[in-house]
């Protein structure tokens, strides 16, 4: 199974970016599929997950929309009004034994991705 992040890059305070994650070697249709960060210095923080519904971190909610194309067993991140505390790399998950209890952990999700670094300069 491999998971394929995309779409990071350097933006402006303000500004939107979309980053996408294709899973390849298994399908998550019933599972669940999220965004992780890890900012410089800091430990990895949940940011948003998708299982038949829509989960976030409250630090994101409102800015941030989480969806998935079962299709392209693709997630999607679409970041809005980014901020320089958004600067962190991303990293997508995925796991099939996802419950609503065990959404945030990162240590329930089987699979990630390389990640992707997302920089928001002031």
């Known amino acids: 199974v491999q998971l394929q992040a995309s779409g990071g890059g350097l933006v402006q305070v303000g500004d939107s970016m979309r980053l996408s994650c294709a899973a390849s070697g298994r399908t998550f249709r019933n599972g669940a599929m999220a965004w992780f960060r890890q900012a410089p210095g800091k430990e990895r923080e949940f940011v948003a997950a998708f299982r038949w519904n829509e989960y976030y971190a409250d630090s994101v909610k409102g800015r941030f929309t989480i969806s998935k194309d079962n299709a392209k067993n693709t997630v999607y991140l679409q970041m809005n009004s980014l901020k320089p505390e958004d600067t962190a790399v991303y990293y997508c998950?995925?796991?099939?034994?996802?419950?609503?209890?065990?959404?945030?952990?990162?240590?329930?999700?089987?699979?990630w991705g390389r990640g992707t670094l997302v920089t928001v300069s002031s």
């Open positions: 998950a995925a796991g099939n034994g996802i419950i609503m209890s065990t959404m945030r952990d990162g240590t329930a999700y089987d699979y």
